[in-house]
C-alpha cells in the first residue's frame, strides 16, 4: 500500500510527535495529582527516563504510545508500507523498553508501563495506579484560627 502523503509530509507529521508532555501522559499525571501522590518527571538519571518516578516509594511508570512502542493492539498496528524501515525500528523500541525496565528492576524499583488505548477505561486506569502504588496519601485539611 503506498503512502498518502508525500515524503515532505510526512517528515513533518513525524517530527512533530512529542516525546514528553504527551496527552497520555499528561491524562495520567492529572489522575496521580488527583489522587494525591507526589512525583517526579522524566529522571535522567533513572534506565530508561521514566516518565514518572516515585522516588522514595522507588516505583516507576512509563506510558507507552501504542504505535511507537509496538503494543499489540488496534493502535499499535505497523504501518504497511516502508516495512523494512519500521519493523526494525519498531521492535528495537520495544527491546530498547524490556531492557530499560529490567534495568530499574534490577536497581530495586519497581516498573508498571500505561498504554495508551488503556486510558479509554480511565477507571480501570486510576484502579491500576493505586495498586501498583499503594493507598494514596491522605489530603492534609488545615483550618485557620
Known amino acids: 500500500m503506498a503512502d498518502t502523503r508525500t515524503a515532505v509530509q510526512r517528515r513533518r507529521i513525524m517530527q512533530s510527535v512529542g516525546t514528553k508532555n504527551t496527552g497520555p501522559e499528561l491524562a495520567v499525571r492529572k489522575a496521580l495529582t488527583e489522587l494525591g ?3 517526579r518527571l522524566h529522571r ?5 527516563s ?3 518516578a516515585f522516588i522514595g516509594r522507588r516505583k516507576a511508570i512509563f506510558v507507552h504510545g501504542c504505535f511507537w512502542h509496538g503494543h499489540e493492539c488496534q ?3 505497523a504501518p504497511k508500507s516502508r516495512l523494512d524501515y519500521w519493523g526494525p525500528k519498531l521492535a528495537a523500541n520495544v527491546e530498547r523498553d524490556k531492557r530499560k525496565a529490567q534495568e530499574l528492576c ?3 524499583w519497581s516498573v508498571l508501563t500505561v498504554w495508551q488505548c ?3 477505561d480511565f477507571a480501570g486506569v486510576r484502579e491500576r ?3 501498583f502504588l499503594g493507598k494514596p496519601p491522605r489530603e492534609c485539611k488545615t483550618s485557620r484560627a
Not at 44 to 48: E, F, M, V
Request: charged share 35%; aromatic share 8%; hydrophobic share 25%.
Open 118 to 120: 488503556e486510558l479509554s
Open 106 to 108: 534490577d536497581l530495586g
Open 37 to 39: 501522590y507526589r512525583y
Open 75 to 77: 493502535k499499535g498496528k
Open 50 to 52: 521514566p516518565d514518572i
Open 129 to 131: 495506579l493505586i495498586n
Open 44 to 48: 535522567k538519571d533513572l534506565p530508561g
